[in-house]
């Protein structure tokens, strides 16, 4: 997912209902990765098309959605009125999401209506936050000098639950895509799909041989931390320091260009001639409740974007340079911080979502719980995900 909004309503299929010990009014019902809580009488089947609410999800008020509202009304200054999915569980099932049937919202069923079908906008759902973002107000005066540059990256990652089949796919064979010119009228042949803009491509399954299996199992697993995402580049003797989805307006009070200077990365980009940004966590007092209870703020690196070929570099590549900065004495090793690396694992270690869920159930540096686990696959170019830790959800304020 590159600086892709959340896709928070989606058409779906439901993958699987199972009964709930003890609980006869209620089933589970699996979709991809997910798995959530419905009324039995909701009447759903294996393979009915769905549209599947993720959490976060802040649903507007029509009466589709009037059945939520004891569980979940909410109303803020900044979002107005809705109802706010989240984390819950209920009879000792974790249930995340809605399903609801395709027939309850008035949109047309057309052929445009294919799994995936993103209905986030078209439904007004917005992403539920409890106070506005304010990028880092509260951490010394905080200006933008702009947009977020077009030549960097935002951080960000997909969830298992939404991309498992899809890393699976990755780690095991390769898929080659050929894309056709097929006349209006022509019968589609085996193995042609019509893509979204209307032309057609052939898949085609290529085995990988043993060497591309075995690196394309390999992942860095990294602890994810909860501060507030930094950004800070050079590109050809123009830099910066950006937060989340802003380029910030140099200040000596301000707390992510403070940091740039004081841990050193950024003049080690610019003495350098580095045409890189260094990505990382802002971590310390004020910032997202300072849930690690840190004394002073760190930068905790853990992405280098290389800005003249566009890319992440991989994890290896990526240590090999941060430890040249540290050896060329360019960073302060003080204040050289990466988030905690929890080692490289292996995909076949991890069968089911599940599996990828109890990785992510963990203490973190200070704090009792850690929000989530980061996979970053170690082959350049391979896919990068997340696994949020169920139970900081569920401890999540309401
Ligand atoms: P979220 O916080 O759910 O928006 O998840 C994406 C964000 O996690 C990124 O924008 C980063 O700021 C942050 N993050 C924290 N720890 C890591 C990590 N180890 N690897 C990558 N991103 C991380
Ligand atoms: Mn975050």
Redesign the pocket.
Known sequence: MIDGERKLATIRRIADINPIPGADAIIRLTVDGWELVSAKDNGFAIGDLIVYFEIDSFLPVIPAFEFLRSRCYKSTAHLGEGFRLRTIKLRGQISQGLAMPLSAFDIPNDAAFVEGYDLTELLGVKKWEAAPEREGNSFGPTKARGNFPSFLR????DRIQNCFGKVKQWATVSIQNEILELPEDAAIPDGVYKMADGRYVRKTVVALNDNELLERGQFEM????????MTVYNYDGQYGVCS?NLELKRDAENVFWKTAVNTRVLPALIHGGYNVAIQG?LMGPNIQGNIENLAIHGF?I??VFDIERQKYLPPAERLEFLVKLANEGLIDVQHFNR?PNLGVVSLTDFPTVKDFLAAADRPSINAKRA?GV?FKSMVDGGPTF?A?NDNYLLAQAG
């Open positions: 935002k951080t960000d990652q990294t602890l994810k931390l909860e501060g507030s995402s989340r966590e905790y853990f992405d988030v929000e980061v997340k949020i």
